[in-house]
Every structure is written in structure tokens, then in C-alpha cells.
């Protein structure tokens, strides 16, 4: 059973860096056809997809985040990293850490979610 | 962008009924369509992809269909679990970014 995990910060000062970590168990995050996904959802709203990285360390972010975020992978501890510089309040959020399908060799739905981490931004 | 509208906002229904959920884009996204569940306090799960497929587990009794701007997802038989709020995604074109509705939420 493949599970996901995030860690980091719950609050993070207005202007500093957020940084989150999806921990991966069950399986290597090399094994299979997947991509990793950021994903948050603001308080009482929906959701927003922040960007994605394939564990060669290629990325793609949503582009009215773009500026500011930076994903990364460390295979050899089988996990994935979110980086959210100049936070403000609007950041505050849940963030969840999600894996991507690939369905003959196109990106599809995220079928495994983590079970989200609550950050505030707050001095 | 590719914005994903989502009807009703909210649905009163009692247990046992079935439903039907509308999700309709702004553009065509072709069958790169999902349909997710969120308890409160829980992750969201996936029940839908590529339109109409159910993901593992699902039960029979969510079904998908649509392409192009037109989707749904209809539950027969509501069970109390089933009381949620449920989001359609598009993931049509990665150079645009993937998309979620506003959500429905599905009350008793």
C-alpha cells in the first residue's frame, strides 16, 4: 500500500519561505509510471494545483505561482519537496502532496493523496 | 486557462435517492476528466478518471460520463457515507496547469 506523507512548518512568518516535504512509503518513487504533485486548498475554499515534478527532477508549476515556487525529488530518500518563497497570508492553507497517473504514456488523475498539512502565515 | 464550472453549488438529498452532478469547461478537455470525494477533515479521493472510469475500490454505484464541456457524475443510492463534497478536474493540458471546479456539496 502506497502512502504519502507531508511534514514541514504549520506557521511560517509573512515574507519567509514555506517548506513542505512528501515522505513516500510503500513503493520507490522511481517504481511505475507516476508524477508528483502539489496540490493546497485555501480556508473553507477549493482546490488549487500548485505544480508537479517527475522523478527525473523535471517540473511544471501553475503559472500564477510560478514566481514563486520550487519543487525538488530526492530519490534516494524517496521523497518529494515544495518551496513557497514570499509567503503572505493569501498562502495559508492545506497543502496536500499527491501522485499522478500516467495512462498510456499521458498524465492522468491523482489516485493517492496525502492527508494534507495545515500552514499558517503569521508573524 | 481552462476554468471548470461546477451545478448545483449544493444538492439536498436524503439517503437513498440518486443524484446526477454537472461539470462543464470553458473549453474543451477532451475525456481528461476526474471526479473527486472530500469527507470533511479528509484528503480528497479519486473516484473518476478519463471521464467515466471508476478508480480502484469505487463502488458500482459511481458512474461518470461526458467529454468535451459536458460532464457528470451521478450516484445511485445514496448511502450516508456519501454525503460529501465532490470536485471535477481537468488535466487536458499540462501547459496550461490542471484545474478544479468550485465544488458540490451534497447535504442530507
Known amino acids: 500500500q502506497v502512502l504519502l506523507q507531508e511534514s514541514g512548518p504549520g506557521l511560517v512568518e509573512p515574507s519567509q519561505t514555506l517548506s513542505l516535504s512528501c515522505s513516500v512509503s510503500g513503493d520507490s518513487i522511481t517504481s511505475g509510471s507516476y508524477y508528483w504533485n502539489w496540490i493546497r486548498q485555501l480556508p473553507g475554499k477549493g482546490l488549487e494545483w500548485i505544480g508537479y515534478i517527475y522523478n527525473s527532477g523535471s517540473t511544471y508549476y501553475n503559472p500564477s505561482l510560478k514566481s514563486r515556487v520550487a519543487m525538488s525529488v530526492d530519490t534516494s530518500r524517496n521523497h518529494f519537496s515544495l518551496k513557497v518563497t514570499s509567503v503572505t497570508a493569501a498562502d495559508t492553507a492545506v497543502y496536500y502532496c499527491a501522485r499522478g497517473l500516467m495512462v498510456r504514456g499521458l498524465m492522468s488523475a491523482f489516485d493517492i493523496w496525502g492527508q494534507g498539512t495545515v500552514v499558517t502565515v503569521s508573524s | 486557462e481552462r476554468v471548470l464550472t461546477q451545478s448545483p453549488a449544493t444538492l439536498s438529498v436524503s439517503p437513498g435517492e440518486g443524484v446526477t452532478l454537472s461539470c462543464r469547461a470553458s473549453q474543451s478537455v477532451s475525456s481528461n476528466l476526474a471526479w473527486y470525494q472530500q469527507r470533511p477533515g479528509q484528503a480528497p479521493r479519486l473516484l473518476i478518471y478519463?471521464?467515466?472510469t471508476r478508480a480502484t475500490g469505487i463502488p458500482a454505484r459511481f458512474s461518470g460520463s461526458g467529454s468535451e464541456t459536458e460532464f457528470t457524475l451521478t450516484i445511485s443510492s445514496l448511502q450516508s457515507e456519501d454525503f460529501a463534497v465532490y470536485y471535477c478536474q481537468q488535466y487536458n493540458s499540462w501547459l496550461l496547469g490542471f484545474t478544479f471546479g468550485q465544488g458540490t456539496k451534497l447535504e442530507i
Open positions: 478519463g471521464a467515466s
